[in-house]
């Protein structure tokens, strides 16, 4: 027989794991908000770079800009990939 203080311990336990999970699923999100943004990095540095090899004045201005675009899309990606590998193995982790 399972007595009041047991089902607490229980009803705790998987309220515990609910909220884990939600954070596994809150962290996937993340990351895709991450992968998101680096793509959206990886356009802008692509469209700086035509802009400077089309003969603008001042071509150092937009690949400068362009570099840093590089910069933040694999800040980016190196975050999506450690917030992934995190929240894949909360998910799969033990029950």
């Not at 802009?51 to 933040?72: D, K, M, Q, W, Y």
């Amino acid at each position: 027989m399972v007595t009041e203080p047991e089902r607490d311990v229980q009803a705790a336990e998987e309220r515990a794991r609910e909220a884990r999970d939600r954070a596994a699923r809150a962290g996937l999100s993340a990351a895709e908000s991450f992968e998101r943004s680096a793509r959206l990095h990886e356009e802008l540095a692509g469209l700086q770079q035509d802009t400077a090899s089309r003969g603008i004045p001042a071509p150092e201005v937009n690949l400068e800009s362009s570099a840093r675009h590089r910069e933040a899309a694999q800040e980016d990606r190196t975050l999506a990939h450690r917030k992934r590998e995190e929240s894949e193995a909360d998910l799969n982790g033990p029950v």
